[in-house]
Structure formats: structure tokens, C-alpha cells
């Protein structure tokens, strides 16, 4: 394996079956240790450490952090009692003969060595730092696993993929424009001046045509693009598992999904049960508040609009109450109430309602004294709460208020160490709605008709068998073949059954409020190819960057992407984006004017 030019042996293949072999080694020095004369180093490469002994100072003297070397020298075992436990090469060492400096290295801007591994990572530089000198960050012994861990899930990916006679395609960057929800990054054609090319959201319409043209399983680990607003974890830039197969209905796919999903977290270490557990999406909201609900531990929301429906509060008389019980919640000082206030706040809601019951059982809170006697003798039972604990309430718009609950049991959850990064609760989130309201003023999509309707997922997807007939007369209630793969709170993936039928296609389109002359402009090319032979399809795609930072277990996107962007959509080691010369400006075209032309 370390064959090469530079080495006979990678670090961690010295082993005890090399003592007294000379083998030659080369890496960074990642630590320097002096005793009397004898200096020891501590040699990095990608597969770990071996100690290097040198006797010789005048070769030891010149060795600094970082710098690269070539090591030739004499494999021996360590002395008695000098044998380290927690290294692959603890029992052994390289007596160095020829030490060779192939590239030095200027004083760090922050350490990347391994002996800091087990310190705090609060003894990192701020990201921006670490972001801008990348390559160094990516050094650390942390950030190689990660990235190591992301290239073995991606060969997971492919086995299983592959087990199944799935075909790898890549498809183009540079695409049309086409609406999929959210805008798209241009780019300028200069050899036709006025036009533009866009970077794909996804490789949704194309992964429909290939299976139009008879491929039939298709998948490719796709680079995808969303000029979206600036978010703290989300990126400009991103990698979806992409996966379309034909003559196959929803539990095809996810029966094929659930094969490729085991198969990835095995190359993390970890196994999931087959088959994974499904909800539906309205249940999903009533009982967890969010379609993309963590279920490692429970903590239901309990609904109240008929307990309180005489209730002579006025914040209930609302559409909708709920509460969630937060346990031993009673005990908390006044202070921390009041930052809950302000952390609902924060998310848009005027406040959150609370009582606490305590050990005595009497009920305290602002909410208390607006109830009537009988609301209050029954609450402890209706939300299944104990003496010593709270209960927050969210009362008015029934999808709104489920949210605010939805977030708030997670808070709960975190402030009482229940959400274990180890701990993998996956679920599918089935029986979805084809459509939302286009105004939903907690979505910032861009509507892609002009209805007051959009795409629960994009204006592909198939609707339900039952909804088939009369989803365009009742589009609020109609409900959609798709579904959702989740994971301890974050949706990894998704997917649907997609119409391949031009007369159901037309009709949700229809709905969304896109003219037959906007869809021939926008994706005529999908439906010119519809009238060719479409097979009944469908697939899914799983977000590359949320499973590996799922599976490493680490608190960002950015830490499982070998050169991300910052929160900002910056590229704070280039320099992306950056202004361009009017010489560039002029070339790519983008001020062209078709006016000047007919004058």
C-alpha cells in the first residue's frame, strides 16, 4: 500500500512484523519532544502517527511543526514501559538514519496537531479563520475522519446502488432555467449574447428524461445549486444522492431507499433496522409539530381546542390550543420563563403561554388565573403532566401554533441532554399535501405560477390515487405520492411518483397558475418528450452534506464539506464571489442591449 517514491510503508503499516527492517516514511512532523539529546517526533501522515527517534542533533535541530520530511531508518521496539496504547504504532519506533526537509513551514495561524485532538474545540480560531486557511483545518485529525468517513458513505452509496443494477449517469451544469422553487444561479452564454444558462437546482427534469429514454435506474451523486437567502447552514452549493427508476410505485422506492440508507450507515459503523417506521404527515404535525420530526425521544403535543372551547380566556378562544409538558419544568426560576418569551419571540410568536404545577399541586402561572375552575381541576390530566412540571402552550392558526409547540419540544429536549448525536431515529414522513399556499408568509420560496397556490415538493409530483380525479377542484385538501426520509429531526432525503401523463400535468399546472405557453417556454422539452412513451416513474434524493453531518456527528454542514462557504455565501479561502474587470464584464455579454441591434 505505501509503495512510492517518498515511502516504502504509511505510517500505521510499521508494525511489530517490520523490527528490525529499514523502511523509509514521509509526512509532517506533527510533534517535537526533546530528552537529553534524543529528540522524538511524532510523524503524520493519512493513515495516523509513528514515533521517529533521532540521536543526532545536528539532523534533530533544524525539525519544526509542520515541516514535510522523508524518513529512512531502522524499525525497533519500544523500550519497556515507553509502549502508547492509544496509537496503531504504540509499540514500536523508527530509528532514523537519513532525514531528508522536502518542504518547511512557516508558523501556523492556529494547531493542527494530533496531540490536540482530545482539547476543546473552543481552542480553535473563529470559522473564518479556520475557513480561510482550509487546507490547514483540513490537517486535523477530526476533519480527516469526516471527510474519509463522506468518501465511504459515497462508495456505500454505489455498492448498494449497483447491487441493484442501478446505472450511474452524470448529467449537465449548465442547464435552462427551469422553476424548481427557488432561484436559480445564472450564468452568462457569451457566443449568444442575451442568454443565459442556469445552474441546476437539481437534476429533477433530466432524471425524467433519462428515464424516458429507457435507462430506468438512474442514479448520480449530483452537485446542485440554490441562489437562496443567506442562512447559517445551509450552502450555495450542494451534493444530493440522486435516484430515478421506472415501472416501479412509492413503496419501490423507498424499499430500494431503506437498502442504500442501511448500507450508508454500516460504513459509518452504525446499523438501522429494517424497515424504517412511517408517519404520516399529519401526524407527523399533530403530535411532533414539524414534518420532519425527531423521534428520539417522545414528548407528544396535546391538542386542546375541545377542552378549552368554552374556555373564557381569550388567547384560547382561538382555531387551535396546544400544549407540551415540560418535565420538572415547575422548579424554574421566573428569569428563565421570561427567556422563553423571548425566545418564542425570536421565532415570530407574540409569546408562549405557560403553568406550572407544582409539587404540592397547585397550579401557578400567568395563564392559571385566566381559567375557569373546572379547566383548571382537569388540566394536569388532559396534557398527562405530573406535579413538578410545566407546560407551554401555543394557541391560533392550527399549522402555525403546531410549529411554535414542534420547536419548543425539541428546546425541551436539548436543555435536558435528550438529543444524543449517537442516537439515529429515521422515519419516512408519507401522505403528504400536493399543494401549499403560495403566500405562506414562513416560506421564502419563489412561487413558480401565479396561484395562490405552489408545490408541496415541485409541480411534478404525482397525486394520490384517491386525489387523482378532483385534486384541481379541491387543490387545499388534496394529497400528493410522496414522501420524505427523516432523521433525528432533519429531513435527508425525499421523494415522489412523478406524473407521466400530459393530461394530469396539465391540470396541475394549471393549478399552480402556469399557462400552457409559460410551460412550453419553461420545460416544453420535458413535455415534447412525455408524448414519446413516458413510463410510470419516480424517485428520490438524499442530501449528501445533512447525512455525513449526521453521521460524524458535528454541529455543521461545514465540517463535512472539504472547502464550504460560509454562512454568508462567501469563500472566505478564495475570495468568492469577486468583482470582475470590464474587460470580463464586457465579454460575457451581460449588458447586452437587443435594442442596439435593430438600430
Known sequence: MGQSAYRTHYATEVTEAEIGKDVTVSGWVDRRRDHGGVAFIDLRDQTGLVQIVIYDEEIAR????????????????????????????GKIEI??????ILAKSEALPFQVSTALENESE??????????????????????????????????????????????EIETPTLIKSTPEGARDFLVPARLIPGSWYALP????????????????????????????????DRQPEFTQLDIEMSFVDQEDVMAMAEKVIANIWKSAGFEVKLPIPRISWTDAMNK?????????????????TDYFKNTPFRVFQNPYVGAVVYKGGASLPRRQFDAWQEWAKQRGAKGLAYVQFEEDGNLKGPV??????????????????????AVFFAAGRRETSQLLLGAVRVEIARRQGLLKPDEFALTWVVDFPLFKQADDPDDDDVAVGHSKWTSMHHPFTMPSADWI????????????????????????????????RDDIQNRVLKVLGITPEEAQEKFGFLLDAFKFGAPPHAGIALGWDRTAQLLA????????????????????????????????????????DPDEDED
Do not use: W
Not at 209 to 219: A, I, P, T
Open 122 to 167: 473552543n481552542k480553535l480560531p473563529g470559522e473564518d479563520t479556520r475557513l480561510k486557511y482550509r487546507y490547514l483545518d483540513l490537517r486535523r485529525p477530526a476533519m480527516q475522519r469526516t471527510i474519509r468517513m463522506r468518501a465511504k458513505m459515497s462508495k456505500a452509496a454505489r455498492e448498494a446502488l449497483d447491487e441493484m443494477n442501478f446505472c
Open 95 to 100: 530509528v532514523a538514519r537519513d532525514v531528508t
Open 469 to 500: 380525479d378532483n385534486f384541481d377542484q379541491d387543490p387545499e385538501h388534496a394529497m400528493s405520492d410522496s414522501y420524505d426520509i427523516v432523521c433525528n429531526g432533519e429531513e435527508i432525503g425525499g421523494g415522489s411518483v412523478r406524473i407521466h
Open 368 to 389: 392559571a388565573k385566566n381559567l375557569s375552575d373546572a379547566e383548571r381541576n382537569g388540566l394536569k390530566e388532559a396534557v398527562h403532566a405530573e406535579n413538578g412540571d
Open 288 to 304: 411532533y409539530g414539524s414534518d420532519k420530526p425527531d423521534l428520539r425521544f417522545g414528548n407528544q403535543i396535546v391538542e386542546l
Open 201 to 232: 437546482q437539481s437534476p429533477q427534469l433530466l432524471k425524467q428524461l433519462l428515464m424516458v429514454s429507457g435507462f430506468e435506474k438512474y442514479y448520480q451523486l449530483a452537485r446542485c445549486y440554490r441562489d437562496e437567502d443567506f442562512r447559517a
Open 553 to 592: 456527528g458535528v454541529g455543521s454542514i461545514r465540517d463535512v464539506i472539504a472547502f464550504p462557504k460560509l454562512g454568508s455565501g462567501q469563500d472566505a479561502l478564495t475570495g468568492a464571489p469577486a468583482p470582475i474587470t470590464d474587460a470580463q464584464r464586457a465579454e460575457t455579454g451581460v449588458d447586452y
Open 62 to 89: 533544524p525539525l519544526r511543526s509542520e515541516f514535510v520530511v522523508e524518513i529512512k531508518g531502522e524499525v525497533r521496539a519500544r523500550p519497556d514501559g515507553n509502549e502508547n496504547t492509544h496509537l496503531a504504532t
